[in-house]
């Protein structure tokens, strides 16, 4: 599995919605909406961004829940996730070490931009309801970020590709991605 992560605004789901447009044949689960899809059923949520709002045992279950159905799915799928999700409670790791342990991933993709320009696509970005942060808020959630998939890494033995993904730049970013995933002799 390939494991893409990055601070949210950073043109993660652009990256691998434009991967997916390009290889209609790639197989890539979205974790958070797994774990929506559950919330939906088992909560009534009604946005995914209410996910965070949640009790720390609630989110955790809905964790454990999206990773079963994760581990179900072929090895060469591409899993679009959060290195960390900022709840009520603070940071929460997105893809905890008991998921880890259990799938075999073949490297990890971070895909980072400015702090500036996360901002800024989160202020034009009206299909969610994200909380306002300043850009020192994002650099922060930036560096646990960077802290986590290191970790991620570390634990799973994989190696992190990190693609910068400023505006006007996506094509490249979709090129660097392209050569991430491909399988590896």
Do not use: W
Not at 3 to 27: C, L, N, Q, Y
Not at 67 to 95: C, E, M, W
Not at 155 to 174: M, T, W, Y
């Amino acid at each position: 599995m390939i494991i893409v992560m990055g601070t949210p605004g950073a043109g993660k789901s652009s990256v691998v919605d434009e991967f997916v447009r390009r290889h209609p044949d790639a197989k890539v689960v979205n974790f958070g909406t797994l774990m929506y899809e559950i919330a939906q059923k088992e909560y009534g949520l009604k946005d995914r961004d209410e996910m965070r709002n949640l009790p720390r045992e609630k989110f955790r279950e809905l964790q454990r829940k999206a990773a079963k159905v994760l581990l179900n799915q072929p090895h060469d799928t591409i899993v679009d996730t959060h290195a960390s999700v900022r709840t009520k409670d603070g940071y929460y790791p997105g893809f905890p070490y008991y998921i880890l342990s259990k799938i075999k991933v073949d490297a990890f993709v971070y895909i980072h931009a400015s702090m500036e320009t996360i901002l800024s696509r989160r202020m034009r970005d009206k299909s969610r309801k994200r909380d306002l942060e300043t850009p020192e808020q994002i650099k922060f959630h930036e560096e646990i970020n960077l802290s986590l998939v290191c970790t991620y890494a570390s634990q799973a033995n994989a190696p992190v590709k990190f693609i910068i993904n400023e505006d006007g730049k996506l094509e490249e970013a979709i090129k660097e991605f392209e050569e991430s995933v491909k399988p590896r002799e």
